[in-house]
């Protein structure tokens, strides 16, 4: 596994628990996937030597994030079975080149131009409108790297505060609702999708998912399509997550993760194969599990906001027996910071959705 974080710790023990020996690269000597590994390798993700070793000792090496150099990857793939590809990653790991590919493939997005000069922005605003948000290209994640813009001066002065690095500038879609398909695509190209997840982003970064997301049949069916042809197209080999924006009752594609996704964390509780497991299938090209899902769930986001006096009140959530915790062993707790989540299941999605809304403040 190349990176060590909650993802990369939540596929760590899926594959333990299969029987598979797991060796985590990952730079933090504490890092949430290199606590629950065989082997730690600690060095950072361009190290020749420690991408050597990993390859070397490994049947098989996948990723939990975007942000892996594909140049390590096309490394690896000297030395063992790697998937995702490098192409897949590198064409998602940059928003210029992810927006371009979706619009290049024919996939609706929100209007978008790419920003590659302060001089490009006058332009691009043509083409967004206002308001508009300006994204950096690179390494943005969860809000990060993002400014909301009303007029050219703004677009320049957010330009200049991103280090006038390469960005996308897409227009501002007034919202109805966000979904997400988290599907898995094996060797041969067959698929396994998850049921579709209904999100509520506070501040950029997720705070709730729903399933089943509250949409039409056929709104939820052709979000599926999309992911499926997107996967497709890409010729994916893994698990990976395509994030939706509703508007105007229309479906536009916000992101590809090409990777499990915090979206897809309901499955942990809720579905016969979760998204790690998955994972771990795919990479070890055994047949994919059953995506079904069991029952209704909210799954709520435990930041590091809620650490002030003394951490959060866990006996409150764990006296609810439909509940499900699942902390990430993080040390520092910092605001913002994904520390946990837990899996509200009930009889319906609204209970779910209530139960988990009353906790998520009890905390
Ligand atoms: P991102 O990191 O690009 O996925 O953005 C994080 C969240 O910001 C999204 O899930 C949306 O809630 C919001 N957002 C991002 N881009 C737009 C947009 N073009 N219009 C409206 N909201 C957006």
Sequence with gaps: MLGGGQLGRMFTLAARTMGYKVMVLDPDAASPAGQMADVHLQADYTDLA????????????????????????NELARHCRVAPGAEAVAIVQDRSHEKSWLAGNGFATAPFALVNSEADLAAALT????????????????????????????????????????????????????????????????????????????????????????????????????????????????????????????????EIAPRPHNSGHYTLDACVTD?????????????????RLLS?????????????????????????????LHLYGKQAARPGRKMGHFNVLDTDVESALQLAERMRNAL
Excluded at 200 to 212: A, K, Q, Y
Excluded at 275 to 291: K, S, Y
Excluded at 307 to 323: E, F, K, V
């Design 50 to 73: 420690a991408l050597k070793k990993l390859g070397e000792s490994c049947a098989a090496v996948t990723t939990e994030f975007e942000n892996v150099p594909a140049a390590s990857l």
């Design 296 to 324: 209704p769930v909210a799954m709520v986001n435990i930041l590091g906001d809620r650490w002030h006096d003394g951490g959060p009140h866990w006996d409150t959530l764990l006296a609810h027996t439909n509940i499900k």
């Design 127 to 254: 083409v967004t409108g206002t308001p508009a948000l300006l994204k950096v290209a690179r390494l943005g994640y969860d809000g990060k790297g993002q400014a909301r813009v009303g007029s050219l001066d703004e677009a320049r002065a957010a330009y200049q505060e991103f280090g006038s690095q390469p960005c996308v500038l897409e227009g501002f879609v007034r919202l109805e609702r966000e979904v997400s398909v988290v599907l898995a695509r094996d060797d041969a190209g067959q698929c396994a999708l998850f049921p579709l997840a209904e999100n509520r982003h506070d501040n950029g970064i997720l705070d709730v998912t729903i399933v089943p997301a509250r949409v039409s049949g056929s709104l939820a069916q052709q979000a599926c399509d999309t992911a499926r042809a997107v996967a497709d197209k890409l010729g994916y080999v893994g698990v990976m997550a395509v994030e939706f924006f509703i508007a105007g009752g229309q479906l536009m594609i916000n």
């Design 275 to 291: 998204q790690f497991e998955q994972q771990v299938r795919a990479l070890c090209g055994l047949p994919l599990g059953d995506p």
